[in-house]
T-cell receptor
Framework: AQTVTQSQPEMSVQEAETVTLSCTYDTSESDYYLFWYKQPPSRQMILVIR??????QNATENRFSVNFQKAAKSFSLKISDSQLGDAAMYFCAYSGQGGSEKLVFGKGTKLTVNP | DTEVTQTPKHLVMGMTNKKSLKCEQH?????MYWYKQKAKKPPELMFV???????INESVPSRFSPECPNSSLLNLHLHALQPEDSALYLC???????????????????FGEGSRLTVL
């Protein structure tokens, strides 16, 4: 069974600084998807960024980028120029071959952004 | 329209009540999901409907009964719940894909804001 591990229950960052959230996963599949989801307090969860395992290039979305290390099974999220609105729970998630119906979530990292 | 709408936003019920949670999306997504989320925890998958058929039931107690009347609607019927069932219930949807000839889903879930359930 696939597992996703987020080893940092909480992180904090100063506004305008850069922070990196860690995620490792375990799978025997060669083709899969990885995601970072953001859940602000009392607001809906949204997708931040997505990585397809067969693509070597790291995904980027504006201030959000990932460092995908397939051999190490590592998928970290870097947030540049942190903003107060980035404060949220961040969940790393895995989806199996062909994109399965079932996502495996990590336990989450609570990010605090200090003004 | 990129929204998943859930009603009600808040629900308080007794252990003998029967109530329903509703979810609606008009994005043409063919997979719809119910998740249960406790505070400071990740969402736990309960049910998945794929093309209006139940495809995944994560061994959820029968006091939770899902229903998918059509491709846009998903209901969760609640009966004889326990206080430990109090949680945020999230509905989500995702679009079907064909990736290198393999049918599946994108894994990108569109979530509703959730229905916060309190069982007294």
């Amino acid at each position: 069974a696939q597992t996703v591990t987020q080893s940092q229950p909480e992180m904090s960052v100063q506004e305008a600084e850069t922070v990196t959230l860690s995620c490792t996963y375990d799978t025997s599949e060669s083709d899969y998807y990885l995601f970072w989801y953001k859940q602000p307090p009392s607001r809906q969860m949204i997708l931040v960024i997505r990585q397809e395992a067969y693509k070597q290039q790291n995904a980027t979305e504006n201030r959000f980028s990932v460092n995908f290390q397939k051999a190490a099974k590592s998928f970290s999220l870097k947030i540049s120029d942190s903003q107060l609105g980035d404060a949220a729970m961040y969940f790393c998630a895995y989806s199996g071959q062909g994109g399965s119906e079932k996502l495996v979530f990590g336990k989450g990292t609570k990010l605090t952004v200090n003004p | 329209d990129t929204e998943v709408t859930q009603t009600p936003k808040h629900l308080v019920m007794g252990m003998t009540n029967k109530k329903s949670l509703k979810c609606e999306q008009h994005m043409g997504h063919r997979a719809m999901y119910w998740y249960k989320q406790k505070a400071k925890k990740p969402p736990e998958l309960m049910f998945v409907y794929s093309y209006e058929k139940l495809s995944i039931n994560e061994s959820v107690p029968s006091r939770f009964s899902p229903e998918c009347p059509n491709s846009s609607l998903l209901n969760l019927h609640l009966h004889a719940l326990q206080p430990e069932d109090s949680a945020l219930y999230l509905c989500a949807s995702s679009r079907s894909t064909s990736v290198r000839g393999l049918a599946g889903y994108s894994g990108e879930l569109f979530f509703g804001e959730g229905s916060r359930l309190t069982v007294l």
